[in-house]
Nanobody, 111 residues
Framework: QVQLVESGGGLVQPGGSLRLSCTAS????????MTWYRQAPGKERELVAQIRSDGGTYFADSVKGRFTVSRDNAKSTGYLQMNRLKPEDTALYLCRFGDGWGQGTQVTVSS
């Protein structure tokens, strides 16, 4: 059974940065991709970024050039680094690994 623990959200001003973490257990971490989603009130869940087991990455157009993803297989942890944040990035961010979902961490971008 996959278990995920997220951390790192918060309130940040436009232009600021945050790093989200997602620590997984229950699967061999190095073998699976980690995917980040976000969901804003009244909107559908959106795939934001993914890092595959081989280190390859994918980013939604809305975050390309501002967000990066990384993983530390030794720590079974994935990271979403968010730079140059905009108010429209405000959402609940969730990580997905295997068939499990993180609990979500709120990111609010506001002055």
């Amino acid at each position: 059974q996959v278990q995920l623990v997220e951390s790192g959200g918060g309130l940040v001003q436009p232009g600021g940065s945050l790093r989200l973490s997602c620590t997984a257990s229950g699967l061999t971490f190095s073998m699976y991709p980690m995917t980040w989603y976000r969901q804003a009130p009244g909107k559908e869940r959106e795939l934001v970024a993914q890092i595959r087991s081989d280190g390859g990455t994918y980013f939604a157009d809305s975050v390309k050039g501002r967000f990066t993803v990384s993983r530390d297989n030794a720590k079974s942890t994935g990271y979403l680094q968010m730079n140059r944040l905009k108010p429209e990035d405000t959402a609940l961010y969730l990580c997905r690994f295997g068939d499990g979902w993180g609990q979500g961490t709120q990111v609010t971008v506001s002055s």
